[in-house]
């Protein structure tokens, strides 16, 4: 049986949430089809965002089960990648130097690798704990 690890954080959700209408609570729970949905739609008309205020607590559960704790912290990497991600911050934070000084030269690679980032980025960061931390 796995042992729950606080790999998220409720107050960051919530606070996220705040913005919800752009779907940013539901890419840092690792919700990412979800969250692309609600920026195209500001959080479903704002239904959603409104319902998802009760939903938080079980994303935050379902995202600690899911994601793999370790070295390094998703929340301040969500935090990086969504403030300076196009500078590549997130991605040195996370021992990826090349592709981070890239990012940096390129502006996220034009901004297509920081949407591909807020796809994958719990996912990356779950595959780098599994491994002992960054590269």
């Keep these: 049986m796995k042992t729950i690890t606080d ?3 409720k107050t960051i959700g919530y606070i996220l949430w705040i913005f919800g209408f752009t779907g940013s609570h539901r890419f840092y729970y690792g919700k990412p089809l979800s969250g692309t949905i609600y920026l195209f739609t500001l959080g479903l008309l704002g239904i959603g965002w409104l319902i998802d205020l009760f939903l938080i607590p079980a994303m935050d559960r379902e995202a600690d089960l899911r994601f793999e704790a370790g070295e390094i912290d998703y929340t301040v990497a969500w935090i990086l990648l969504t403030f300076l991600g196009l500078l590549g911050i997130h991605r040195m934070y996370m021992g990826k130097w090349l592709t981070g000084i890239l ?19 719990n996912r990356q960061i779950s595959e780098l704990n599994s491994q002992g931390g960054s590269f």
């Design 7 to 9: 790999t998220h954080s």
């Design 103 to 121: 990012y940096f030269f390129t502006g996220g690679l034009f901004f297509f690798g920081c949407l591909y980032d807020f796809w994958t980025l």
